[in-house]
């Protein structure tokens, strides 16, 4: 069974600027959340993707946005890099629209805007 | 609002004493009720749910509606119990959104 995988893993960017960021769900999982964890607190919902659709959303203005592909790998985009983006970005797929609520996360992509 | 917080960022407590770690819930709909746990360089991972009603590696948790607390605790801390905690809450008004508390670091003392 083959977890969540995520890339890159550490990437600096510049105000302004944008980045895609890429997971890879669990083997079996159509759902991929994604999360925004700043330092020293908690994760922060940004959104979930279900069958290439969009299925919820956190506070997070427009220029956070996603895609899923048919073989339910997700991105998450964000345009007009601000300092305060600076965080670890977590994926966490789920089998299903996250019922159970158990979700299963990737190690993270740490993201610098300076 | 939806809120969870974990009054305590950082809780330090001896090999073998009790360990409780707090959580307390805002939400005016059914609850469900999680912990999440990561150990060190390990990714986060779900350590138990309310509606389960399990005991996981010696933990359990208990939903109090009535003091919207969802609390976890294990009678002997062992030293690989040393991690950081989250409390979690999944809205019942939205299948995909689960909240997360600030965490709380549990720290054992050998």
């Known amino acids: 069974e083959t977890g969540v995988t995520q890339s890159p893993t550490h990437l600096i960017k510049t105000r302004g600027q944008q980045v895609t960021l890429r997971c890879s769900s669990q083997?079996?999982?159509?759902?991929v959340s994604w999360y925004q964890q700043a330092l020293g607190q908690g994760p922060q919902f940004i959104f979930q993707y279900y069958r290439e659709e969009e299925n919820g959303r956190g506070n997070f203005p427009p220029r956070f946005s996603g895609l899923q592909f048919p073989n339910y790998s997700s991105e998450l985009n964000v345009n007009a890099l601000e300092l305060d983006d600076s965080a670890l970005y977590l994926c966490?797929?789920?089998?299903?629209?996250?019922?159970?609520?158990?979700?299963?996360f990737g190690e993270g992509s740490r993201l610098t805007v300076l | 609002a939806q809120r969870v917080t974990q009054p305590e960022k950082l809780l330090s407590v001896f090999k073998g004493a009790p360990v409780e770690l707090k959580c307390n819930y805002s939400y005016s709909g059914s609850p469900e009720l999680f912990w999440y746990v990561q150990y060190s360089r390990q990714r986060l991972q779900l350590l138990l749910r309310h509606i389960s009603r399990e005991s996981i590696k010696g933990f359990t948790a208990d939903l109090n509606k009535g003091e919207t607390s969802f609390h976890l605790k294990k009678p002997f801390a062992q030293e690989e119990d040393s991690a950081m905690y989250y409390c979690a809450l999944k809205l019942s008004s939205s299948a995909s959104k689960i909240i997360f508390g600030s965490g709380t670091r549990l720290s054992i003392r050998p």
């Open positions: 083997s079996g999982h159509n759902t």
């Open positions: 966490a797929s789920s089998l299903g629209t996250g019922n159970t609520g158990e979700l299963f």
